[in-house]
């Protein structure tokens, strides 16, 4: 007794064996038609459950699922949102304890081109975002460790 050889392929229908088939077994046989397609959908579908399944495991970082992994993300970062005061600079207090992190500023209105060039000065603690224009309207910060 032999096993259907299987192929990863998504067959796009399954065969109906009618009445009028002649009984034929083997490899090519009608009668083993419908369950080599069977087959070759199943070895299909199990290749990309595989793929999802690595995939989400490498997407879980080690953790036990994919809610922990965003809840910790989620605790890596922070932000808020503040103004600008040009020169003099403003700073925003937060508890990291390092300077180990990076600051994304983006603007929320339009600065009819008067942001200049925009710095920041990071502390264990606390941040201060500078601009050399005379634009003070708000922007929005994210801190990610």
Not at 122 to 142: D, I
């Amino acid at each position: 007794m032999a096993n259907i050889t299987e192929s990863p392929v998504w067959e796009s229908g399954i065969y109906q064996i009618e009445a009028t088939d002649p009984v034929q077994g083997g490899p090519d046989g009608i009668d083993n038609r419908p369950h080599k397609q069977l087959a070759n959908r199943t070895l299909y579908l199990k290749q990309q459950l595989d793929a999802l399944q690595s995939e989400v495991s490498t997407a879980r970082g080690g953790y036990a699922n994919l809610d922990a992994r965003l809840d910790a993300l989620e605790t890596q970062t922070l932000q808020g949102e503040s103004t600008f005061n040009s020169t003099a600079g403003r700073t925003i207090t937060h508890n990291l304890g390092h300077t180990n992190y990076i600051v994304n500023i983006v603007p929320l209105a339009d600065t009819k081109g008067d942001l200049g060039d925009v710095w920041v000065s990071k502390a264990a603690n606390a941040f201060t975002v500078y601009n050399t224009g005379g634009f003070t309207g708000a922007f929005r910060y994210q801190l990610i460790t």
